[in-house]
């Protein structure tokens, strides 16, 4: 079947309007739910593949982490997708927003956390009544797979779909017209996605990273906040777009903080972590050849490197940079097991800097002093500010996931999600 009539056919079947009834989109949240239950073992053992991640981390993040949000859409959506009465100040007109489903959503996943950054936005997406197509990326292939294989067991392709392919298969369905594409993944490929929707002036939800800091404050707990930056920044061996991309602190605080990140490594990890079960390794040998390249050209002290690398264990260690604002490692995202620190006079100094560059998806900032706190918060412009923790925008209901300028656009999680793959109509009854 082309991507033409797959498309074709699903926006027939969405013009059947089933997809209206949420009672029907609860069936399919269930529905789905099974699917990832009944197919678990595969997704830990296809992520295991791609990734080597160590198991448990996967069946929280990808299993169990996209179950309860799930259950969170099957405990609100029946207020969620109600018709919002607004008041008529003159008291005379009716008016009201009707929230429904926009028709046909490409959904494309990334590799990193290949289930999870796909699912989440799709179960969005099912309960505001859409049908979906969903490209994993081809970077992570096993659990490509099982992608297919889950979602053709349980869906009518009629309804949802799942396409395979690299770059000139994605190229072939991006041209196709959908009514919303969500993008997870680089900002490059995120700017083709979105002039390629341009051409059908179709509205994009894009989750992209970028460098996001963390600051390290004077009044804190060095080795808490060690222990809490090594366990976020190694993990999935830094491939996460939310992950700490470099560290900001003051002269005193430095050699404390590098310190304490080196005991922690070496306490999860170990001297070598290539001998670690609880280290991953890095998706493919074209993003190893990229990181080593990187710390080939850093000009930054090698503080820490726990490890040698190897290509054919596509093996990078965590290491630790003593970096500059001009050095390489602090041009681009990293996205990978390497923690450039940058020294800065003071707080207002880290502020600057994030300001001059361009808005990442997250600031982190370890301060008890609430006027710091404050100050980054009011100060910045990210898609989420963490204090003393990082990554908590995926785990909290009630808050939204996504970026701003060049880390994306759009959110999603909970009700934010719902209204995001809804459109918002405005119905206004007048008497005659």
């Avoid at 029946?78 to 489903?101: H, L």
């Avoid at 090594?230 to 005193?252: A, E, H």
């Avoid at 280290?279 to 990229?290: A, G, L, Q, T």
């Avoid at 002290?301 to 630790?320: A, N, Q, T």
Wanted: hydrophobic share 40%; aromatic share 8%; net charge neutral.
């Amino acid at each position: 079947m082309s991507y033409n009539e797959l498309v074709s056919n699903q926006r027939k079947f969405f013009r059947t309007r089933t997809t209206r009834s949420v009672e029907w989109r609860k069936e399919q949240l269930n529905k789905l739910k099974a699917a990832v239950l009944k197919y678990q073992n595969e997704i830990v053992e296809a992520v295991y593949q791609d990734l080597r991640r160590p198991k448990e981390l996967t069946q929280h993040m990808e299993v169990h982490a996209p179950i309860g949000e799930i259950d969170n859409f099957l405990k609100h959506m029946d207020e969620w997708s109600m018709t919002i009465q607004v008041k008529d100040d003159k008291g005379v007109d009716k008016p009201s927003v009707v929230k429904e489903p926009k028709g046909v959503v490409l959904v494309m996943t990334a590799w990193n956390y290949p289930f999870a950054v796909g699912l989440l936005p799709l179960i969005a997406v099912i309960a505001a009544g859409n049908t979906a197509i969903i490209k994993p990326s081809e970077v992570s292939p096993k659990s490509a797979s099982v992608w297919e294989k889950m979602i053709s067991d349980t869906f009518d392709k009629n309804y949802m779909a799942v396409v395979l392919g690299g770059v000139q298969e994605t190229t072939n369905l991006l041209k196709e017209r959908f009514d919303h594409i969500c993008y997870t993944g680089s900002e490059m490929v995120g700017k083709i996605v979105m002039a390629a929707a341009a051409k059908h002036v179709t509205p994009v939800t894009l989750e992209l990273g970028g460098k996001c800091p963390g600051i390290v404050d004077t009044d804190v707990d060095i080795e808490k906040v060690a222990e809490k930056i090594v366990n976020i920044k190694f993990l999935n061996c830094g491939q996460i777009c939310m992950t700490y991309d470099y560290l900001m602190t003051t002269p005193d605080v430095k050699p404390k903080l590098v310190q304490a990140l080196k005991d922690c490594i070496i306490q999860r990890f170990g001297e070598n972590a290539q001998k670690s079960p609880n280290y991953s390794r890095i998706v493919n040998k074209n993003h190893f050849d990229r990181i080593k390249s990187l710390v080939e050209k850093s000009s930054a002290k090698v503080l820490y490197k726990g490890g040698e690398l190897d290509r054919d264990d596509v093996f990078i260690p965590p290491i630790i940079l003593d970096a500059n604002k001009e050095d390489c490692s602090m041009k681009a995202e990293i996205f990978g097991p390497v923690l450039p620190i940058m020294t800065v006079n003071k707080l207002e100094d880290a502020i600057e800097h994030i300001v001059d560059g361009e808005k990442p998806l997250s600031i982190y900032l370890f301060s008890n002093n609430q006027k710091s706190i404050q100050k980054v918060v009011e100060g910045t412009s990210s898609g989420a500010v963490g204090v003393n923790d990082a990554m908590k925008q995926v785990q909290i209901a009630g808050v939204p996931f996504g970026g701003v300028g060049q880390s994306g656009i759009g959110k999603y999680m909970g009700k934010w999600g719902f209204d995001e793959f809804s459109h918002h109509k405005a119905v206004i009854q007048c008497p005659l």
